[in-house]
């Protein structure tokens, strides 16, 4: 199990510079809709995201790859995107709050391996079934709040989310 765990704990570090642009709408920066998901200039997408509506300027050598992430669906697709540096992906994500409002309904969330993503599914579960009071994620580790002043808790398993929820039996969230 110790074995697993590195790997998986490495995989996350090796998508360290790596954001996931979700609910894109799958056209071209000239609102054309390509033929197949490899002919989308997704570089161009990232850079407009970035420059526009986040407001921070960025070049095409700041990407260092990106493309589309499964089968478009609705007319919308994700993006993932590995900039050059580790900085420059933490303003992006740092600015992500400014699309809180888009029209598109687009939003930007860290590249996490299926296993944290998982982890994130539960605790999205627990949330809506108002058992935690938030989640979230930073520099690839997921965290909650039991309790919205509540300590910040560290999660790095499945088994941790229901051993430190354990230790909170019986406090409601508010």
């Known amino acids: 199990m110790k074995i ?8 996350q570090y090796t998508r360290r510079n790596c954001l996931r642009f979700s609910n894109v709408p799958y056209k071209h920066p000239d609102g054309t809709t390509p033929k197949s998901p490899w002919a989308l200039d997704t570089d161009s997408i990232v850079l407009s995201i970035c420059n526009d509506t986040l407001g921070i300027p960025i070049i095409l050598e700041d990407i260092s790859r990106s493309h589309i992430v499964g089968s478009p669906e ?46 994130i599914k539960r605790l999205g579960d627990l ?18 709040r039991i309790v919205p002043d509540g300590p910040k808790i560290l999660l790095t398993s499945m088994e941790d989310i229901d051993q430190k929820l354990g230790r909170y039996t019986g406090r409601p969230c508010e």
């Open 74 to 119: 609705n007319g919308r697709c994700q993006i993932i995107a590995r900039f050059i540096t580790y900085r420059l992906r933490q303003r992006v994500f740092s600015a992500k709050a400014k699309l809180k409002h888009d029209p598109d309904k687009r939003y930007i969330v860290e590249d996490l391996t299926r296993y944290r993503f998982q982890m």
């Open 127 to 144: 949330r809506k079934n108002r058992k935690i009071a938030q989640y979230w994620t930073f520099d690839g580790r997921v965290f909650m």
């Open 4 to 11: 697993e765990k590195k790997a998986e704990e490495h995989e």
